[in-house]
């Protein structure tokens, strides 16, 4: 049976100091390069015993004694999957700390079915998300990418007031679709400005809504009446194509659907459709698929800002999911509970 979250196994540090786990490290060759930079190994080997010379990409191939003595797995992107066939030959372990977001794809039902704690810096990665959606909605009730196309087109200065009429950041109404991890900071985000912040997540109830400063309404009304619709919902069987042909069609005239979640949730023909009439507008991090035909309109439509799945944590922003997964490790050395814990529940409507 599954063990509480947060409850950690054989985990209490020495007498008189703190223990140093045997930890191995599994992930793609080419994040871990980047994910352990600028001392963050080092500080890593300060709270474990980190085995092996590189990260585990596949563990059919991997050292059989670094897996034996493996109590805590670090991972990241390509992680391989913790099968049962795997666990068998990871007897000691006891913790697996993820320093990205969702652990959905190395993460199986044998790791909570062995009572194994799990944490996940999913919390660190939605900063930069929720951050490059702030952005996005401000842009879009400005009209940056509009005016930003216009006067690189034209090499003149246009005519600003008659451009900008009915357009701008006062009293415009913002619908968040999602109350997940970056959906609330999403809205946390959007308190200094005069905004109205529609909310739309089937299990926030009327008065924790109000709590967080929001309106919480039906998934149709927030898009009827929002100038702008952010998504933030999870990819599950109910929520894909979330936003199809019918949905998309109660978008007012102008209104920007911004889309940093998972490319699944928005039927990608019926926006098209929509985008290339050009009665509404879109900032896509995402979309399916992953990377769309090069002879789709959406590279070159002007009421379109498409990028390569780049809001979250890239750069030096990397940087801070190791550090709080890093922080795991050392709690978990402590024979502490984990802070940012995850249980096989919350998988179930978290992306």
Do not use: C
Request: avoid cysteine; proline fraction near 6%; hydrophobic fraction near 40%.
């Amino acid at each position: 049976m599954p063990v509480p979250e947060g409850t950690l196994l054989n985990s209490s540090p020495r007498p008189g100091g703190t223990r140093r786990p045997r930890t191995a490290l599994a992930m793609g060759h080419e994040i871990h390069g980047s994910l352990l930079a600028d001392g963050a190994l080092d500080r890593l080997r300060t709270v474990a015993r980190v085995d092996g010379s590189g990260p585990i990409t596949d563990f059919a191939t991997a050292d059989a004694a670094e897996l034996a003595s493996a109590e805590v797995l670090f991972t990241h992107w390509g992680a391989p999957r913790l099968t049962e066939d795997v666990l068998r030959r990871m007897p000691r372990l006891r913790a697996v700390v993820h320093a990205a977001g969702s652990v959905k794809h190395h993460v199986t039902d044998s790791v909570w079915n062995r009572g194994i704690s799990v944490s996940s810096a999913a919390a660190a990665n939605a900063l930069p998300v929720a951050e490059f959606t702030l952005a996005a909605i401000l842009f879009a009730n400005k009209r940056v990418l509009d005016v930003a196309h216009d006067y690189a087109r034209t090499r003149r200065q246009p005519e600003l007031l008659p451009y900008f009429t009915g357009h701008g950041n006062y009293h415009r109404t913002v619908g968040i679709v999602g109350a997940s991890r970056i959906g609330r900071r999403v809205v946390e985000l959007l308190r200094p400005f005069d905004l109205h912040v529609l909310l739309h997540d089937p299990y926030v109830e009327e008065s924790e809504a109000r709590a967080l400063g929001v309106e919480a309404v039906g998934l149709d009304e927030l898009v009827r009446r929002s100038h702008v619709v952010s998504i933030h919902a999870p990819q599950l069987p109910e929520t894909w194509h979330m936003f199809d042909a019918r949905r998309l069609a109660l978008l007012a005239d102008g209104a920007t659907l911004v889309n940093t979640a998972r490319g699944s949730l928005v039927d990608t023909d019926a926006l098209t459709e929509r985008l290339v009439s050009g009665r509404i507008h879109a900032v896509l991090d995402v979309t399916e698929p992953e990377v769309l035909p090069a002879s789709s309109p959406l590279y070159t439509l002007p009421n379109v800002l498409l990028t390569p799945h780049i809001a979250g944590s890239l750069g030096n922003e990397l940087g801070r999911m190791t550090h709080w997964a890093v922080d795991e490790v050392r709690r978990y050395a402590q024979g502490l509970p984990f802070v940012h814990g995850v249980g096989p529940d919350e998988l179930t409507r978290s992306a």
